[in-house]
């Protein structure tokens, strides 16, 4: 596909991009998909809003605030003045942005775009080493970032870093408030990358995708459109950071392509969630089926009855919560399947076309399939690789994986369903050795790699073990240095040694101490045999 002119001045994401040949098929067959040449996302989802609907329309709620459109257009003005002005940003130039989900990360994702930036989001429970290994990726210079997390932060080298909320006359919001609350939008082109997300790889390092402009404004116009069906007195909220694309865009693109609200929450228990849906009478809801379960469990339909809509994606949702769910609450959970090379949602089902159990079917502008070893189609109710396509699609940056996720034109997602007869797809398993617990993809070689960190370990395997809370959980086989004590006080210490090397999320939950891995006569360790949890675990002594 020809690429229109860029308006980026830093050329590195288009030099980055795959080459041609290794494009998956993009599908532009919905007329709402049909974009101009020239478009920049910020402008069509905030300056374009507020000129159709006024300014003064609540936009970002708080439990301590509420930041109107008109607010937030101004200070993403501002800070793109910062950025452009005293940092020197070009188009095209990477910035990395970590802070939880509040009012100013979403003024400073807007400020990048506008400015013709490519945004860099990050949760806040990275560590240096993962910050370090995506800024090198990345090749960002610029970092913004919240004053309460810039500890990890700190030791990147080669990053300017700005904070946010720390006061004084170097912090952001300080810098910002004297900039013209004016700014002319950069003229991106629709096909300049907008924003680098990062996800698990399975090899240990991490893959980086890169999506356009219109790619933000296709979830939207198809899943957003079609399933949500949002509307501008909605009260949208969730627990996805915004630097998850499910948070981005249940969070943040689809609320204000329809000119709703969005209720930000920093960090919140299942529980918690439940009574600030309650407090702000959110009506659509996005988290995990780990949450819905928690949830139930906790006795939180009641708060529950201002939700005309619940949307469930991060793992696989079983048909009992649904059922639950359901029963409890007169809400219809919404599943999906998505991912990060895809940018959202592009199976699902909604109101009467559920089928408890099912992921869904293909959502409008998509098109689904499972395939078989040789790539060629299934036949209806034989389990294969699930194969996607439509207006988004798989864009490593500088990365030979790109081969593999893309066949054919397909992206190959990683995972194993069947489809039946009326084309619902039905969830049966990863394919890889991707770990899903929560909602959260955690890369085995990742956890291993910051286990053989720890000097008592002499080789280990990480695989995930089903979880009927969590999906999985990851767990790990430990092989000691001789004559050191494998019980639970070195399960803990483990345990603390890779949240402090790694994010918290992916420390493993279950440890078990073996004399040996096993492993095949060539070598290969059999992770299959470490799946299902062994009757009794060898003791070392």
């Known amino acids: 596909m020809e690429l229109s002119p860029s308006a980026h001045v830093d050329t590195f994401c288009r030099d980055s991009l795959p080459p041609a040949g290794q494009w998956p098929e993009l599908l532009f067959d919905l007329p709402e998909l049909h974009y101009p040449d020239r478009l920049n996302c910020a402008a069509a989802l905030l300056d374009d809003v507020v000129a159709a609907r006024g300014p003064d329309r609540p936009c970002l709620r708080t439990d301590t605030e509420t930041w109107s459109y008109g607010e937030l257009l101004a200070r993403a003005n501002q800070v793109a003045h910062v950025l452009v002005d005293d940092l020197g940003l070009v188009p095209g130039g990477r910035v990395l942005l970590r802070a939880p989900n509040n009012p100013w990360l979403v003024a400073c994702w807007f400020a990048v775009l506008k400015a013709g930036g490519v945004a860099v989001a990050t949760v806040p429970m990275l560590r240096t080493t993962e910050l370090r290994q995506l800024a090198a990726l990345t090749r960002s210079a610029l970092a913004l970032c919240d004053a309460r997390f810039t500890a990890d932060l700190a030791p990147v080298d080669g990053l300017t870093v700005l904070t946010i909320g720390g006061g004084g ?4 919001a300080v810098r910002a408030a004297g900039k013209s609350a004016t700014f002319t939008n950069v003229d991106t082109a629709a096909d300049d990358v907008a924003l680098l997300a990062a996800t698990s790889g399975t090899t240990g390092t991490p893959k980086v995708t890169m999506h356009f402009h219109r790619d933000v404004l296709a979830i939207a116009d198809t899943f957003g459109k079609h399933h949500v069906q949002g ?27 329809v000119g709703a609200s969005v209720l930000l929450i920093e960090k919140a228990t299942p529980v918690e969630l439940a009574h600030a849906v309650e407090r702000h009478g959110a009506t659509v809801l996005s988290t995990a089926p780990t949450g819905y379960r928690a949830m139930l469990r906790a006795g939180c339909e009641r708060e529950l009855r201002t939700l005309r809509r619940a949307i469930s994606a991060g793992e696989h949702l079983p048909k009992h919560v649904w059922e639950e769910f359901k029963a409890r609450t007169g809400v219809s959970l919404i599943d999906g399947i998505g991912s990060t090379e895809m940018l959202h949602v592009f199976i699902s089902a909604a109101d009467d076309e559920i089928r408890p159990g099912a992921t869904g079917r293909a959502v409008p502008g998509y098109l689904a399939a499972v395939l078989d070893e040789h790539g060629d189609p299934a036949p209806d109710g034989t389990p294969g690789r699930l194969a ?3 207006p988004t699609g798989c864009r490593y940056l500088n990365d030979e994986r790109q081969a593999k996720y893309v066949q054919g034109g397909w992206n190959i997602t990683g995972d194993t369903y069947l489809r039946d007869a009326d084309g619902y797809f039905w969830y049966q398993a990863r394919s890889d050795d991707m770990i899903v617990s929560s909602g959260y993809n955690i890369g085995a070689p990742e956890v291993e790699q910051a286990l053989d960190q720890h000097p008592d370990v002499v080789e280990c395997a990480v695989v995930g073990r089903p979880d009927p809370d969590r999906g999985q959980v990851v767990h790990a086989a430990v092989v000691l240095a001789e004559g050191v004590t494998g019980d639970a006080a070195k399960v803990a210490e483990l345990q603390d040694f890779v949240k402090r090397t790694i994010a918290p999320y992916k420390y493993p939950r279950s440890i078990e101490f073996v004399s040996a891995l096993p492993r095949t006569s060539t070598g290969k360790v059999q992770r299959y045999r470490l799946r299902e949890p062994r009757p ?3 003791p070392v002594p």
């Open 169 to 172: 006359d170097d912090d952001l």
């Open 231 to 257: 509307g501008p007195d909605d009260v949208f909220t969730g627990t996805p950071p915004l630097a998850f694309t499910f948070g981005l865009g249940g969070l943040l693109v689809f609320p204000l392509r």
């Open 388 to 390: 996607v396509k439509g």
């Open 536 to 538: 009794e675990p060898e």
